[in-house]
């Protein structure tokens, strides 16, 4: 007689926190964390969002994530995820810890008698290392106006040569446009991760402050995708590419803040964030009070616009557009 396992014995559901501090109120301030683990051993997933307490996304499309698998178990695997890495970030809708004013994202891999951000980024590597992941997936958001695409730190060096590899194919499987970073970062979560030989990959979703319900489904696809190409769950009935132009496909591109804004002045954008551009085409000009055209910031590079400044405010040397170029 044949007989079918259900769903709760496939896997392994669990919801629950990691303690980070007790406030002046006595209020303990909590990280929450989620996991599903199969019976099968197989790859070990981790995904986190809003390092950045203003970039809310990420908690949603790994809510997204969650549900899907709950309705159809891992293959073999686990998944784990902490949604809300800055929840005193999250509650004042600021991209620091408030109560430091600190960058969580500049304090890995964190220190246990360190600040404020560096003691909640020291238990979230500590937990993270200790299950040995395959694979870390960082959920950001960007400017107000930009698209979705994979953050790939710099080359980390012939020592780590196997994490970045890896973490460069999984890009290449995520559907969105990659970008590579020029200068790392030190102290970031990916740059720390990569440098204890673990993948980690940045996924931008677009706008921040407030949860865009159609770069959730983008950021729900884009997982789904990669969690198939680690043989973690059966390829996806339709498969996600993320609508960039074509020139892009399959390409690394460059990240570049370049040009940054000629003059002060009121900026006013000439292209799109998707659009490709060409070498010198105009892409903003900024005005004076009177209206006074000040200049005309043109591209450097061909490449796609990734986003603009959220603000029309202009100051000489100030980055106000993100490209990748090729
Ligand atoms: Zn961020």
Known sequence: MKTTKNKDELQKVRYSFLKILTGSDLSRRRLPFMAVESMNPGPVVWLTGCIHGDEVTGIVTI??????????PLLCGSLYAFPLMNPIGFETASRNIT???EDLNRSFPGDKIGSVAERIANIIFSTI?????????????????????????????????????????????????????????????????????????????????????????????SIMRILAYLQMIAKPAEDFAYQAPQAAKGKILKFSSLPVSSASGIIRFLTRPGDLVKKDRAVAKIY???????????????????????????????????????
């Open 63 to 72: 809510q997204e994530v969650f549900k899907v698998i709950r309705r159809q």
């Open 288 to 326: 004076n009070a009177f209206g006074k055209l000040q200049g005309t910031l043109l591209c450097k590079q061909d490449g796609v616009m990734l986003g603009h400044s959220d603000f029309s405010v202009a100051f000489p040397g100030a980055p106000v557009m993100a490209f990748g170029v090729f």
């Open 129 to 221: 290392k200790e299950t040995n992941p395959t694979l870390v997936l960082d959920l950001h958001n960007d400017w107000m106006k930009s698209i979705p695409y994979t953050v790939l730190d710099p080359n980390p060096g012939s020592a780590h040569k196997k994490a970045y590899e890896q973490t460069k194919k999984v890009a290449m499987e995520s559907g969105f446009l990659v970008v590579q970073e020029i200068e790392e970062v030190k102290g970031s979560f990916s740059h720390s991760l990569l440098e204890h030989d673990i993948p980690a990959l940045t996924i931008e979703l677009g706008e921040s402050y407030i949860v865009n319900e159609k770069n959730v489904e983008y950021g729900v696809k």
């Open 99 to 101: 109560l430091s004013k």
